[in-house]
């Protein structure tokens, strides 16, 4: 079948710090990957997507690179900010499955001043 | 970019009575919604498909007698629980496409509506 496996959180860091946020995949078909971002209160927003192997999705500083060999889409920043602070949401979209989202856990982080 | 708004953003009901949520897209027309839930600390899980003119499509496990999705026009899909229970309280979201926008097949999320059964 397929799923989507998010590392846990919370996740805690200070500002400036490097954030990795790990997530693996099983997909019957060839997927689309995306990491959404829910901020407190808020919307899920689409932070980036990939639609091919070894494509490198990237936003607000944010970058996830599409592994097909290892089913990875792991998300990267190199400083993190105090607004970066919400739960992110790994999630596939197998095509011709009428546009479905398969969503991660989710992933909590939290960033201190 | 695309809005999709919910309403309510809240509500608090009692056992037994039913709760409609509604989902409009504000600046598309939206063909396709989707209906999650989710529960605290834990991850959308699609509730089902909802197709502007057709019946919705639901998912595994979700009963379609008591969540209730209409799509009748391109712009609003409701959700409706009915005879809620507490087991029943959770945060639904929707999630519209725009089949005109640049992305095509992306999805916009509502804020979410969060329910609480007494």
């Known amino acids: 079948g397929n799923s989507v496996t998010q590392m846990e959180g919370p996740v805690t860091l200070s500002e400036e710090a490097f954030l990795t946020i790990n997530c693996t995949y099983t997909a019957t078909g060839y997927p689309s990957l995306f990491w959404y971002v829910q901020y407190p209160g808020e919307g899920l927003q689409l932070l980036l997507k990939?639609?091919?192997?070894?494509d490198k999705g990237s936003n607000k500083g944010f970058e996830a690179t599409y592994r097909k060999e290892t089913t990875s889409f792991h998300l990267e920043k190199g400083s993190v900010q105090v607004s970066d602070s919400a739960v992110y949401f790994c999630?596939?979209?197998?095509?011709?499955?009428?546009?479905?989202?398969?969503f991660g856990q989710g992933t909590e982080l939290s960033v201190k001043p | 970019g695309a809005v999709v708004s919910q309403h309510p953003s809240w509500v608090i009901c009692k056992s037994g009575t039913s709760v409609k949520i509604e989902c409009r897209s504000l600046?598309?027309?939206?063909?396709?919604m989707f209906w999650y839930r989710q529960f605290p600390k834990q991850s959308l899980m699609l509730m089902a498909t909802?197709?502007?003119?057709?019946?919705?499509?639901?998912e595994q496990g979700v009963e379609k007698d008591k969540f209730l999705i209409n799509h009748a026009s391109l712009t609003l899909s409701t959700l409706t629980v009915t005879s809620a229970h507490p087991e029943d309280s959770s945060f639904y979201i929707c999630s519209a496409r725009d089949p005109q926008g640049s992305s095509y097949n992306e999805q916009f999320f509502g804020p979410g509506t969060r329910l609480t059964v007494l």
């Open positions: 600046d598309f027309q939206a063909t396709t």
């Open positions: 990939a639609t091919k192997a070894d």
């Open positions: 909802s197709n502007e003119g057709s019946k919705a499509t639901y």
């Open positions: 999630a596939l979209r197998i095509y011709n499955q009428g546009g479905k989202l398969i």
